[in-house]
């Protein structure tokens, strides 16, 4: 069987609800990422020969197949076909691992895998509220409403439900948020994002085109205080999870290249790091998101390695609860998590978050002269993919 490389990868900067990215439509600023993966490969259009697009909300503007949109929207050709996938918050996730499976089967040599939400143009739930006020039903059948009597999922509660379960406190909450902000100002001091981040025309829904390049995540609080952030009230009554432990309604697109020998040799260029392992794994959807630990665990085991072989972990930040959890749980070595901050500080734009997190995981692998980098999520209803590179 082939092997399955990335040989470019690249994200938009994350922009804030109603911010810097909310003029553009998401099939226009998905297409922008596909036009920067041929650009910085040199890789003729035609040799691409699928697009599989991560998207949570395919609703309005992100309906009709937005991969098929995307695509229509880049220079890529007619004759490019894509699809779009929903594993929710881990679709692009999915999709870099579909784009693998292809490759890895000798069935194609060329795919692009990305993701895209512009959560302010599809709001966060638009894909039950919208049909639900229609009068078009909800996604509870009754045969799940039995078996899970007590109503919808709620990621909400599954952060509040780890919190209590990994006895989390919160005033570790709010340190691991304050860190999220630190580290995450900090690689854009230094410049830890620019090879990662592709410079795209802001463009805002209320005052249009702004002249000038969005090229910094909009959501960083460069000024973050540990004061701030322990004076914001918790969600519920009685619980422990604020909004500053939430990771930020974001706008954004991300994308990887993905190609195995064949595809090497037709480019013409050297990979920039090889898949080791894949999968995906079912959890309780009512907790809803733990299912990371035991997907790691597992993932781990499969692929033969210790957790100490992997140099850089890149676990998504839905909730503080979550990495923190997953800390403990395994345990982990601190200083190798989300070492550039993770979706508290940088955002979580649903369904491109995948590919944002394998961006930002193969660019600091090669900062850093790492080896493996492992990345896993937390999704609705209870699941969580888990990728392990290798940097070459």
């Not at 993932?299 to 100490?308: F, I, K, P, S, V």
Request: glycine share 10%.
């Amino acid at each position: 069987m082939s092997e399955a490389f990335i040989v470019a990868a690249a994200r938009s900067a994350g922009g804030r609800r109603n911010g810097r990215l909310s003029g553009w439509h998401p099939a226009d600023l998905a297409a922008q990422v596909l036009n920067a993966l041929l650009e910085r490969t040199g890789a003729d259009p035609a040799l691409i020969e699928d697009v599989i697009m991560g998207c949570v909300s395919q609703i309005g503007e992100q309906s009709g197949n937005i991969a098929r949109n995307a695509v229509l929207a880049s220079r890529l050709p007619e004759s490019v076909p894509a699809t779009s996938v929903d594993r929710q918050c881990g679709s692009s996730q999915q999709a870099l691992h579909f784009a693998a499976q292809a490759v890895m089967s000798g069935s194609m040599d060329c795919v692009i895998a990305a993701g895209v939400e512009s959560m302010s143009r599809v709001p966060m739930g638009s894909p039950q509220v919208l049909p639900a006020e229609a009068g078009l039903g909800r996604y509870m059948s009754p045969v799940m409403q039995q078996r899970y009597p007590d109503g919808d999922f709620s990621q909400f509660l599954g952060a509040e439900l780890m919190a209590r379960k990994y006895r989390l406190t919160r005033d570790q909450l709010d340190a691991y948020a304050l860190v999220s902000h630190q580290r995450a100002a900090a690689a854009t001091r230094s410049g830890r994002f620019a090879g990662e981040i592709l410079p795209v025309p802001a463009r805002s829904a209320e005052a249009g085109a702004l002249d000038e390049a969005h090229t910094v995540d909009e959501g960083i609080r460069l000024d973050a205080s540990l004061a701030a952030i322990q004076g914001v009230r918790p969600l519920s009554e009685g619980g422990c999870i604020s909004a500053a432990h939430a990771s930020q309604v974001c706008d954004g697109a991300s994308g990887v290249l993905v190609v195995n020998e064949r595809g090497l040799q037709a480019l013409g260029v050297a990979p920039l790091a090889r898949v080791h392992h894949m999968s995906v794994m079912g959890h309780d959807p009512v907790i809803m998101l733990e299912a990371p630990i035991p997907a790691t665990q597992r993932a781990l085991q499969r692929a033969g390695l210790r957790l100490a072989d992997i140099d850089l972990y890149e676990v998504n930040e839905a909730f503080a609860s979550v990495p923190l959890a997953w800390l403990q749980a395994l345990p982990a070595d601190p200083a190798r998590l989300n070492v550039h901050g993770g979706a508290i500080a940088l955002g979580h734009p649903l369904g491109a978050s995948g590919t944002r997190l394998m961006a930002t995981l193969v660019h600091a692998l090669h900062q850093r002269q790492a080896r493996y980098g492992l990345q896993t999520m937390c999704e609705g209803g209870g699941m969580a993919n888990v990728t392990i590179i290798e940097r070459l």
